[in-house]
């Protein structure tokens, strides 16, 4: 079993930045791959970014490229996505996820780990 649980969500202007973290436990975290998913109101759940377990490789959304990196730290068990240049449809409920590779990931199976979401808001 892994144990997601996100942090770091809120309320912003356009423009601004925010720093989410997902901590995770209940295996080797170095071992797997991580991601981060959007989910705005009355649309489905989107792909945003994914990052390998040694943090050798990244992939990225289009709508976030440029804009968004992702980032982790295997000594805390904590991943990372820093926001930059936020703009209003970004904003969302941001889930963390936790698979067996970067593909699996961006899959978005619901077999994968997921966590509880955190919310953020872009204000125009």
């Known amino acids: 079993q892994v144990q997601l649980v996100e942090s770091g969500g809120g309320l912003v202007q356009a423009g601004g930045s925010l720093r989410l973290s997902c901590a995770a436990s209940?295996?080797?975290?170095?071992?797997?791959?991580m991601g981060w998913f959007r989910q705005a109101p009355g649309k489905e759940r989107e792909f945003v970014a994914a990052?390998?377990?040694?943090?050798?490789?990244?992939d990225y959304a289009n709508s976030v490229k440029g804009r968004f990196t992702i980032s982790r730290d295997n000594g805390q068990n904590t991943v990372y996505l820093q926001m930059n240049s936020l703009k209003p449809e970004d904003t969302a409920v941001y889930y963390c996820?936790?698979?067996?590779?970067?593909?699996?990931?961006?899959?978005?199976?619901?077999?994968?780990?997921w966590g509880q979401g955190t919310q953020v808001t872009v204000s125009s």
């Open positions: 209940g295996r080797t975290f170095s071992s797997s791959a």
């Open positions: 996820a936790a698979a067996s590779s970067t593909a699996a990931v961006r899959s978005g199976d619901e077999r994968n780990y």
């Open positions: 990052i390998s377990p040694l943090a050798s490789s990244t």
